[in-house]
């Protein structure tokens, strides 16, 4: 069974190394930014909620603890 787990892991990174490959920022910023504003969200707020220990700054593990408890598609749905 560790072994099973261990070699899906190692296809699960495999399988995100490929999905990052053609990756584009301007092409994930213009998604990101559709997809708040589709959601009415505000970049803004979207700071402060992540910004647990409200010092005024996002460190850069409230930064991704946050983003990754969005519901944002992390990958194009191509």
Do not use: C, T
């Amino acid at each position: 069974m560790d072994r099973r787990r261990r070699l899906q892991d190692a296809l699960d990174q495999q399988r995100e190394r490929a999905k990052l490959r053609n990756f584009n920022f301007d092409e994930w910023k213009k998604r990101y930014m559709n997809w708040m504003d589709h959601n009415k969200a505000r970049v803004m707020d979207f700071f402060r909620r992540i910004d647990k220990d409200r010092d005024g700054k996002v460190s850069r593990d409230e930064f991704i603890s946050g983003f990754s408890s969005q519901s944002f598609p992390r990958h194009s749905q191509n």
